[in-house]
């Protein structure tokens, strides 16, 4: 999915020179994008433009809430500005897409190129492609997931993805086969790493001529033949022992192979990604796995989050995985206690134990409604200790209010950011739906549409 030119984003200014705002804006607008000048950022979806002049910690705050609500920001400081490094990182880390320093009227060029690249990933990411199989809202989540657009649709690095197991590295490795722009591509070709027995390393990965060895009957295509003008997926790449890591490297390094029993040296042309639940670069260390090999595969690494660092997620994970088995005329929902449990609870196989739990929970349900209480098996019914061990406000409550006054802050401070978390939280888990949110919260739609539109969350 390639650029679509002309389209309209926005801007929003920060004590800068509207001279320049203006010529930059007018610039733009010759090049295919219309600039409209935004009161609150907040309102608006995409990419957009910030103009400012000064550093301070509003501003860092304004970028913060943008990035949270998926709303991104290019800081563009102006050509009168004396903006320090450290402030760079500082705007970076809080969400800008990047930070350019401004001189007029060469800079419209790396605008206008930046808006582009972020446009054409937003479209990859509402397609069905992505959209439709990685699901997930949380910021963690959606913010991983634009890099990966952005690589696999824009280059051809070698791609590296770390995760425990059942976070998704197979779906993952699948995406960025299907979001290769490469013309004529070919297909994606699976090993997985864990089941190749050393002795038939050879033949599985480059394959053998007719009777290189016994039982060699007829010749094979190997991995590395299969994938040419493809993508090659190596699962569970750290399982691999060290003769198999050198045969590897060798193949990748030079893009040819030998087959078991053959002379000829067959070139090869291929995508690699591989995944691994294992930490490479502590197994490098250890002198578990080759150096060499590891900066060969690690051209751009990706760590899928555990789902109990994606809580806000499994919500709508577990609608989408029921909807797959059952048919609803609108979203399916859950019973409040149902939802409140899935999101209390743990999952030491990740997104994978979830959908095997909904299923188990589609499979017994019966007529119309939401999933209730009585869907859940009775082996997953909480335990009244556990119970109890859910009751709020917790430990951990209490210790973010002890942080919070200690660094300083009053109790109408307190109440607020109390407030804002919760507004957020709930909003994130129910995919934007602020009638489901408000209903969650106690509060009326109104009331949470008054907030969002006063930019405090």
């Known amino acids: 999915m390639q650029e679509s030119l002309p389209f309209t984003s926005w801007y929003w200014t920060y004590e800068c020179d509207s001279s320049f705002v203006q010529e930059s804006t007018e610039s733009l607008r010759n090049r295919g994008i219309d600039l409209i000048s935004a009161a609150n950022p907040l ?103 634009r890099q990966v657009v952005e690589v696999a649709h824009f280059t051809m690095s070698p791609v590296l993805i770390l995760g425990e197991t059942g976070t998704g590295k197979e779906l993952l490795s699948r995406l960025i086969h299907e979001l290769d722009a490469r013309n004529g591509k070919r297909d994606l070709v699976t090993v997985d790493c864990t089941t190749i027995v050393p002795e038939l390393s050879g033949s599985e990965l480059f394959g053998h001529e007719k009777g290189a060895y016994t039982g060699a009957i007829n010749s094979r295509d190997g991995a590395f033949s299969l994938a040419h003008n493809g993508t090659l997926f190596l699962d569970e790449v750290g399982e691999l022992t060290p003769p198999l890591q050198a045969q590897l490297l060798r193949a990748v390094q030079e893009k040819t192979y030998k087959r078991v029993g053959g002379n000829a040296w067959n070139k090869t042309e ?51 995985f029921l909807g797959s088995v059952l048919d609803y005329d609108s979203e399916p929902q859950f019973d409040p206690a149902v939802a409140e449990y899935l999101e209390s609870r743990d999952y030491p196989g990740n997104v994978r134990e979830l959908r095997q739990l909904v299923l188990q929970m589609g499979q017994r349900h019966v007529g119309p409604g939401p999933i ?54 709930t909003v994130q888990s129910e995919e934007g739906n602020l009638q489901r949110a408000a209903k969650r919260l106690g509060i009326t739609d109104r009331a949470l549409q008054l907030r969002r539109a006063s930019g405090q969350w």
């Open 43 to 145: 309102e608006r979806k995409g990419s957009g433009v910030i103009f400012f002049s000064k550093c301070s910690d509003q501003l860092l705050e304004e970028v913060e809430r943008l990035a949270y609500a998926q709303v991104f920001a290019l800081c563009v400081a102006t050509p009168d500005s004396a903006i320090p490094s450290s402030f760079v990182w500082q705007l970076l880390q809080a969400g800008a897409t990047d930070v350019l320093t401004a001189s007029a009227p060469q800079s419209t060029g790396q605008i206008a190129a930046r808006l582009e690249r972020r446009y054409a990933v937003e479209q990859c990411m509402q397609s069905d492609a992505v959209a439709g199989t990685l699901v997930g809202v949380s910021p963690a989540w959606q913010r991983m997931l």
């Open 270 to 320: 291929f995508r690699l990604v591989c995944a691994t639940n294992r930490d490479l670069a502590a197994d490098v260390t250890k002198g578990l796995f080759r150096s060499d090999l590891y900066f060969r595969l690690a051209s751009c690494v990706f760590r899928l989050p555990p789902l109990k660092e994606r809580r806000a997620d499994i919500l709508p994970l577990a609608r989408h």
């Open 372 to 425: 209730t209480a009585g869907d859940l098996p009775a082996e997953e019914w909480p335990r009244l200790s556990e119970a109890a061990a859910r009751r709020w406000p917790d430990a951990a409550f209490e210790e973010a209010i002890r942080r919070g006054l200690s660094s300083g802050a009053e109790l109408r401070q307190i109440n607020q950011a109390a407030a804002d978390t919760a507004i957020r939280i």
